[in-house]
């Protein structure tokens, strides 16, 4: 028997043909809808003694989508899961629990177990840099999809859609809710992922022309007199020039003509 059912407005007209619900059949659908509904999940695909057996979709709140067999109301055969960020996995199913299977990602990489080539060090190429080939010199691809997405402020792109630190929250690219995140993903996103803001790190970059030069020591020698420690404290700040030779630029650490006697 092959039914698709969603909502228990659904099954109350099922039941109704069926004799006005008395039967245990259709008593045993009108709990697994309602669980379903409860749930967000919801199923389209062959009964069997009012459980789901045989061949179906079944959609998870996720919207992660099965597709393939089932038996006894649990995914058992060949199922494929498919992913809202467009990946899949292939599998064979034994009462629930996935034995074997394959994942492709969303550009169509797959990923092997043995022999696993991509991004182990020696090749740092995305997937569709190998698909594609390179950018001419000077052009940069920061993602696989190219050009990248653009991220919300103060957001971070976790690779299966945007995470907000400030709620902890991971929502798909279509603005969806995913999941809440564990201490353990908070520091892994926050520590490698792509994030919405530039941020310099490490020594001062250098400028190109002088007056950025002495614009970028007049700055560091302000933020000297308010705080000697922002300087390293090797460099004793006794005088602009001492600012000057922290940017790069190559001054006499000469005192200044107020203190010339």
């Given at each position: 028997?092959?039914?698709?059912?969603?909502?228990?407005?659904?099954?109350?007209?099922?039941?109704?043909?069926?004799?006005?619900?008395?039967?245990?059949?259709?008593?045993?659908?009108?709990?697994?809808?309602i669980?379903?509904?409860?749930?967000?999940?919801?199923?389209?695909?062959?009964?069997?003694?009012?459980?789901?057996?045989?061949?179906?979709?079944?959609?998870?709140?996720?919207?992660?989508?099965y597709?393939?067999?089932?038996?006894?109301?649990?995914?058992?055969?060949?199922?494929?899961?498919?992913?809202?960020?467009?990946?899949?996995?292939?599998?064979?199913?034994?009462?629930?629990i996935?034995?074997e299977?394959?994942?492709?990602?969303?550009?169509?990489?797959?990923?092997?177990?043995?022999?696993?080539?991509?991004c182990?060090?020696?090749?740092?190429?995305?997937?569709?840099?190998?698909?594609?080939?390179?950018?001419?010199?000077?052009?940069?691809?920061?993602?696989?999809?190219?050009?990248?997405?653009?991220?919300?402020?103060?957001?971070?792109?976790?690779?299966?859609?945007?995470?907000?630190?400030?709620t902890?929250?991971?929502?798909?690219?279509?603005?969806?809710f995913?999941?809440?995140?564990?201490?353990?993903?908070h520091?892994?996103?926050?520590?490698?992922?792509?994030?919405?803001?530039?941020?310099?790190?490490?020594?001062?970059?250098?400028?190109?022309?002088?007056?950025?030069?002495?614009?970028?020591?007049?700055?560091?020698?302000?933020?000297?007199?308010?705080?000697?420690?922002?300087?390293?404290?090797?460099?004793?700040v006794?005088?602009?020039?001492?600012s000057?030779?922290?940017?790069?630029?190559?001054?006499?650490?000469?005192?200044?003509p107020?203190?010339?006697?």
């Open positions: 028997m092959s039914l698709t059912v969603h909502t228990t407005t659904q099954l109350k007209v099922l039941v109704s043909a069926a004799g006005g619900g008395r039967t245990e059949k259709y008593h045993a659908l009108v709990s697994l809808v669980n379903m509904e409860f749930m967000g999940s919801s199923y389209d695909g062959d009964y069997n003694n009012s459980r789901m057996e045989g061949t179906g979709e079944y959609t998870l709140p996720t919207h992660t989508r597709i393939g067999e089932m038996k006894d109301g649990v995914f058992h055969g060949k199922g494929v899961l498919h992913f809202p960020n467009g990946s899949k996995y292939e599998g064979t199913w034994e009462k629930g996935c034995k299977g394959k994942y492709t990602f969303s550009d169509g990489l797959e990923y092997k177990e043995m022999d696993w080539d991509y182990d060090g020696k090749d740092r190429r995305f997937y569709s840099e190998r698909c594609n080939g390179l950018k001419p010199a000077g052009e940069s691809q920061v993602t696989d999809q190219d050009p990248p997405r653009a991220i919300p402020d103060g957001c971070y792109d976790s690779g299966d859609g945007f995470y907000d630190p400030s902890r929250v991971v929502k798909d690219y279509d603005g969806n995913l999941r809440n995140t564990d201490d353990q993903e520091e892994w996103i926050v520590r490698t992922c792509r994030k919405s803001w530039d941020e310099f790190i490490g020594c001062c970059p250098r400028s190109n022309t002088l007056e950025e030069k002495v614009s970028l020591c007049n700055h560091a020698w302000i933020n000297s007199l308010r705080d000697p420690d922002a300087l390293d404290s090797t460099q004793p006794t005088s602009r020039g001492a000057l030779q922290i940017i790069g630029l190559n001054v006499e650490n000469k005192p200044s107020a203190t010339q006697h």
